[in-house]
């Protein structure tokens, strides 16, 4: 039976040399596999392709329309979740369908390590992915929004979408760290349940769930409770650039209830990963 690159059946010369080995073997398997490739391609097409409809869509007739530009900017960003998700589960859930992880775990028996290296890979990758669509959501939104109407005779006025204007550039930032959260959640769960198909289903379910079962709740008291603690709907408030006290929490803090999501779920995959044979 092969083993990754880079790799002998025992780690040897120190925990640092064989974190290095690891991250060495993780990398190769993740540029060598088609899927990761086209996933980040596909990902960062279908963001910048709905952002931009989204644009197009959007018109601010007069003053007031109270309408949030950059949100409208990003709005792709919750297509391109979905696919982020899809690339963090295959890391890996995709070698427990293959029966290659046995031969991962023979060569690398640090299995928190591996799922160190995973993360972090997968997570680096997503971000440098989410940084180029981003960008480009940006740029779409400046080159379409105002001849839609957003304009300075309507309360729009230049800098327009400017990354040099703070709250743009939290909103652009937050959204790139938001795809990288929403990465370590899947993984965390994958991790967990191992099938890539119950292990995507669980990840969008969880996602997409909260804001369906708030439009149907009729409570203000409840919807504004599910709003907080979803990790779609409180994780996407760093976007909001307009309207900030409205919000049922701040960008930041809503940030911060994903990455309570996605810190949980990493734990409770390694949890299983360390003490459950491959």
């Known amino acids: 039976m092969s083993l990754p690159a880079g790799l002998s059946r025992a780690p040897h010369g120190g ?15 993740l540029r060598t596999l088609a899927s990761t490739g086209w996933l980040l391609l596909c990902a960062t097409a279908v963001t910048v392709a709905v952002s931009a409809a ?14 949030d530009p950059a949100k409208l900017a990003l709005t792709g960003v919750q297509a391109g979740q979905a696919i982020v998700a899809v690339i963090a589960v ?21 299995r928190l390590t591996v799922l ?16 180029v669509a981003v960008l480009a959501c940006v740029l779409a939104g400046r080159l379409i929004l105002p001849g839609h109407g957003f304009i300075p005779a309507h309360g729009y006025p230049p800098p327009f979408l400017a990354l040099s204007h703070g709250p743009v550039l939290r909103a652009a930032c937050g959204s790139v760290l938001y795809l990288a ?10 991790t967990a349940v191992r099938e890539p198909a119950v292990a995507i289903g669980l990840v969008l379910g969880l996602l997409y769930l909260f804001p369906v079962v708030t439009s149907v709740i009729g409570n203000q008291h409840w919807q504004r409770h599910l709003e907080q603690i979803g990790p ?12 900030l ?11 911060g209830v994903l990455a309570l999501w996605a810190a949980g779920a990493l734990i409770a995959g390694a949890l299983i990963f360390r003490f459950r044979d491959a």
């Open 232 to 243: 779609m709907t409180a994780g996407l408030y760093v976007q909001a650039t307009v309207n």
């Open 181 to 190: 959260l929403i990465a370590l959640l899947s993984l965390g769960i994958a």
């Open 54 to 67: 989204a644009d197009a869509a959007a018109t601010c007739p007069s003053r007031g329309c109270q309408a």
């Open 15 to 29: 925990r640092a040399r064989y974190g290095r080995e690891t991250l060495h073997a993780e990398w190769t398997k």
């Open 90 to 110: 295959l890391a890996v859930s995709g070698e427990y369908s293959t029966g290659m992880i046995r031969v991962t775990l023979t060569a690398m028996p640090r």
């Open 245 to 255: 006290r409205r919000l049922p929490l701040t960008p930041w803090e809503g940030l």
């Open 116 to 131: 160190a290296a995973k993360a972090a890979l997968s997570t680096g990758l997503v971000l440098v992915a989410g940084a």
